[in-house]
């Protein structure tokens, strides 16, 4: 039993262990027992999901807190909080692409798991490249924050432009170099079709597989700022990893109940442009004004939650009526 306690990334090899289990087990219970038919998911069961998510990613953050001490919870508790509310952006743009294709609702919650479960891998190997960089030079951190900063104040200015799904060169690259059919067929990323010309049983892409194709370029893009802010509050490889995918494991309940009300939060753009600025003038602040001393995490969690759960709350206010509602979708990260 020595290997559970050997040392892996900075964190005994047994949390990482139960890490695993636990994303495991709540994937299979998701798909194999809530969700074993394709069936489109209404708001109440949505919402009653999202809430069990983060009641386990907070009860698993208690858990770092009493096995890794205070500090770390605090840690892993705002990165956890940042990475949710940066997740709204996401539905965004999920909807869109899945309207784009034509998907319908009830295949929907089935294709956002394979979606899940490629960006644990690509976010592991971004934190993976990232924590790497910042072992080797801690400069590295500079540029991460002066990136959140100019990603922030982008934010608190940039128009609201939907993404052009239509000419993402991905999207026209795999149209041009692979087959794809005109029709969904069911669930299905790939099935056998006829070839027209040769007459021949051959494989073809499904436009299902398409919208996964670019819901996972758009995390990628996401990615860009929201992993280089949760490297902002720790370097701890754990605590960045668990977070961020605590975070986007309940994205797929969460995208039913928002997906229908995402106009409901336009204003919310500003708070996480705030926290973005926030979080990465920290590290200035605490290198050059605190001579090196680590900004409270007290303070951090206090001000991420504080921030965010006041653009949630402005933004149900401001459009409770309906006529002070945004013209358009939310703000989101993937516009140019």
């Not at 799904?165 to 149209?175: C, D, G, Q």
């Not at 087959?179 to 969904?184: A, D, H, I, N, Q």
């Not at 051959?202 to 992993?227: E, G, K, Q």
Request: zero cysteines; charged letters at 15%; glycine letters at 8%.
């Amino acid at each position: 039993m020595e290997f559970l306690t050997f040392d892996f990334l900075g964190t005994p090899a047994w949390f990482w262990f139960v890490f695993a289990a636990l994303v495991a087990g709540l994937t299979a219970f998701d798909l194999g027992i809530l969700h074993n038919e394709d069936r489109e998911m209404g708001i109440g069961e949505s919402l009653k999901l999202t809430v069990f998510y983060i009641a386990v990613a907070l009860a698993f953050g208690a858990w770092i807190w009493t096995e890794r001490g205070p500090e770390l919870g605090m840690q892993y508790f705002t990165g956890f909080f940042i990475e949710k509310a940066l997740s709204i952006d996401n539905v965004f743009v999920i909807s869109l692409i899945f309207s784009f294709f034509a998907i319908p609702a009830k295949y929907q919650y089935r294709a956002l798991l394979w979606g899940i479960l490629a960006v644990i891998v690509l976010r592991g190997l971004m934190i993976a490249g990232g924590a790497a960089l910042v072992d080797q030079a801690y400069w590295v951190l500079y540029i991460f924050a002066a990136f959140l900063i100019f990603t922030g104040i982008k934010m608190f200015f940039a128009g609201d432009h939907p993404p052009d799904i239509a000419n993402n060169p991905v999207v026209r690259w795999i149209s041009s170099h692979m087959r794809v059919t005109k029709e969904l067929h069911a669930q299905h990323l790939f099935v056998k079709v006829i070839d027209e010309k040769t007459g021949k049983v051959v494989r073809a892409a499904t436009p299902l597989f398409l919208a996964l194709v670019v819901i996972n370029l758009a995390d990628l893009v996401f990615a860009v700022d929201s992993v280089p802010a949760i490297f902002a509050i720790t370097t701890d490889t754990f605590i960045v990893y668990t977070s961020n995918i605590m975070a986007i494991l309940g994205l797929r309940a969460l995208y039913f109940a928002l997906s229908a009300m995402i106009h409901r939060f336009y204003y919310l753009k500003y708070a996480l442009a705030a926290v973005l600025v926030f979080i990465g003038s920290k590290i200035f602040v605490s290198d050059f004004l605190l001579d090196g001393g680590k900004f409270p995490p007290a303070l951090s969690l206090g001000a991420t939650t504080a921030l965010i759960a006041g653009g949630v709350l402005f933004s149900l206010w401001k459009t409770r009526h309906g006529e002070d509602a945004a013209p358009q979708l939310p703000h989101n990260r993937l516009s140019p």
